[in-house]
Every structure is written in C-alpha cells, then in structure tokens.
C-alpha cells in the first residue's frame, strides 16, 4: 500500500516519520515546503512532494496513486476540507489527527458520499481522540441506557505549535458542549468538577473538545461535556475567559498569536517526551441514578498519536475498516486503545 504523510514538515508529523521508518514503512512525504521535506525526506530515503492544498487539481494528481493519506497538518478547520475533497475524488482512505470539533462535524456529513466512493474516512486518529472515545465507549457498554457522558483528560508534558493554535482557535470559538443531541455553544470553564484519575483527585474545567462530536456517534449518548486538567484553565475566572474568547474570536488577534507560537513554541523534546504521560476518565450516567467509570493511564500524547495513526495506517492496508466515516471506535472497537504501547486500562466500574 502506498500512503502519504501531509504535513510531515511540523512537528507532530517529523513524530510519526521517525517511527514509521524504525517500523519499516516507507510514507511518501508530503507540505508546502519543498525545502522542508527534502530535509527530512532524502536522508531517509523517502519520496516527498510539494502539494498546495488551495491547488485542488494539483493536489488530486498528487493523490492519484496513493491509497491513503494520513494528514497532521493543522488547524484543520483550515486544511481537512481540501483533503477530504479530494481523497474522494481519488478514492484515497483519509485519516487526521484533528479535534476540532466543527471539523469533526464537517466530515461525519460526508459518509453517505465516503460510502458510495469505497472511501474510509477517520478523523481523530492521534490523541484526539483514540483513548477518550474507546473509554467512552467502554463505559457506554456497562451502562447501555446512559444519557450523559463526562470526559476529563490530564496531560503531563509539553504542546506542539499546531496544537497551540488549534487551541487558540478553539477557544476563539467558544466551549461547546452536546446536550440532549444537540451542539450548543457554552463559554469555556463554564463547568468545573473533581474527578478521581489514577494519580489523584484533580479539578477540571470544561472546554470544547473533538468527543462532543465523536463520542456521540460512537456511544449514542445525547449529552456529553469534555474536561480537562489545565493549570491555566482552571485558574481563569468566566470573566477572564469571556475577554479572551473574544480577543481570539478576532481574526487580526488570533493572526498575531499564531504569529507569536511561530516564533516561540518549538514542541516538547524527545525526553521531555520520554517523561510524560496523559491521564483520561470516563463517567456515564442514566436518568436513574445509576453510573459507570473507568480511566486510563497512557504515555506522552505526541507519543500516542504517532503510535495510533501506524496502526491506523496498517489497518488501512490490512482492508480495515469499512468505507464511510468512522470513529476510532466504531472503526477497530473500544478495545483498540489497549493496543497501544504504555496504556494501562482501569477498567469500568459501577457506582
């Protein structure tokens, strides 16, 4: 099987080179920057090419003879769109490592055309959002009548540019949570919860989070609030992050910030890396009283992803999953996320 790595000049991307050569998989590189990619490329023995995504016809050709594209360039509120087109206009399997959630929504609208062109398309493949939604999942099979869903995660490490400026962007559009099956827009913080992870009881705040969108295809469940376990989150008062949300609802303002996490943010490094670790729960509940949780322990999130998306990526090559639009769940099972190296499971639990 041919596939294509888009974006594999960032820094997430450079992740998932490195390990898919020690694997033996030969990924045709693939950005904006020509320079870039022979850089990581040539020594590596790989091919690469420079594909524009505004560039749709050009883009389509360079897709022609690949079977799938696995695409980590973000935002993707600004690239997925383009790939997405024209994976099936080629008939190219797509994955992503996105978690935005306007993004998760936009492509969940193309099943009905991924189906009838024998496309799979998997968007959250990375951290966002394999081990949130195989624990939704898990907790939604021991409790089947569950009308509401709490996902909290707590990372240990550093953060990408990419990821950054997706945050930036998400918060620029405000928390969003699922209620009654419906997206509503909330301010972000607007919940704050305790939650017991692994290591420890710890506060979480809401934010908008790519499982308000997938966990609901992948358990059914209507209401659904994601959280996470942020220093900077938690300390914001609603007033705070109301003025911020609005600074970077701003186009010129979230420009400049970009700018500045250009400049500034270079990625965790490989031993900072090698420390880190992430933290997810789980918690549903049914109109009864009754709940289920459980949680898991997993290594460093940059870690995980590239981890993920090679068995994503194998699966793909092994005729996995069916065409249409698939969540990590509905896709390989709730079971897929202990598949992955350093996940340890703590497994559901009623209360």
Known sequence: ??????GATGYTGR????LAVRRGHEPVLAGRDARKLADIAIPLGLEYRTLDLRDSEGLERGLRDVDAVAHCAGPFS?????????????????LDITGEIEVFEAIFGRDERAVSEGVTLLPGAGFDVVPTDCLAAMVAAELPGATDLD???????GVSPGTVKSALEGVGLGGRVRVDGMLRTVPVGWRRRSVDFPSGTRTVASLPWGDVATA???????????????????RMGRRSEGVLGRLLGTPA?????????????????????????????AEAGDQEGNGVRAALVGPDTYELTAESVLRIVSALERGEPAAGVRTP???FGADFVRELPGVRVVEPEHF
């Open 216 to 234: 609901h295809r992948s358990t059914g469940i209507g209401t659904i609030t994601t959280f996470a376990a942020l220093p900077g989150l938690n």
């Open 151 to 157: 996902l909290a995660f707590h990372p240990v490490g």
């Open 15 to 18: 992740l998932i080179t490195e």
């Open 1 to 6: 099987m041919v596939w294509m790595l888009y």
């Open 253 to 281: 303002v979230r420009r400049g910030a970009e700018t500045a996490v250009d400049l500034l943010v270079r990625g965790p490094a490989s031993s900072t890396r090698a420390n880190g670790r992430v933290e997810v729960y």
């Open 329 to 331: 769940a509905t896709a």
């Open 78 to 94: 600004r690239t997925a769109a383009p790939v997405v087109e024209a994976c099936l206009r080629t008939g190219t399997h797509y």
